[in-house]
């Protein structure tokens, strides 16, 4: 078993930038890709950015640029930068932990991003 706690989120204008972090617990040796997905009212929740390791990212289209996913080994944790955000990023951004062998996956609670125009 994973645990998953993000933290970071909260209210931002406009162009502005927040950092979200999570924190991971439990079986960590057996976590592979990690990643950020988020889901804005009545839409379905989606892909922000992937990493296995800093070779291996991939971004949704949407926040190539602006956002950058990292993850450090040591502290079992992995972050989104976020920087010139837009009203259309307001969601709840959960962080997600893929293990292997099985390739069993694990979210965690979410935390709320709201951009105001």
């Known amino acids: 078993q994973v645990q998953l706690v993000e933290s970071g989120g909260g209210l931002v204008q406009a162009g502005g930038s927040l950092r979200l972090s999570c924190a991971a617990s439990g079986s960590i040796f057996s976590i592979n890709a990690m990643g950020w997905y988020r889901q804005a009212p009545g839409k379905q929740r989606e892909l922000v950015a992937g990493i296995v390791s800093s070779e291996f990212t991939n971004y949704a289209d949407s926040v190539k640029g602006r956002f950058t996913i990292s993850r450090d080994h040591a502290k079992n944790t992995v972050s989104l930068q976020m920087n010139s955000l837009k009203p259309e990023d307001t969601a709840v951004y959960y962080c997600?932990?893929?293990?292997?062998?099985?390739?069993?996956?694990?979210w965690g609670k979410g935390t709320l991003v709201t951009v105001s125009s």
């Open positions: 997600r932990a893929e293990v292997y062998p099985n390739g069993m996956v694990f």
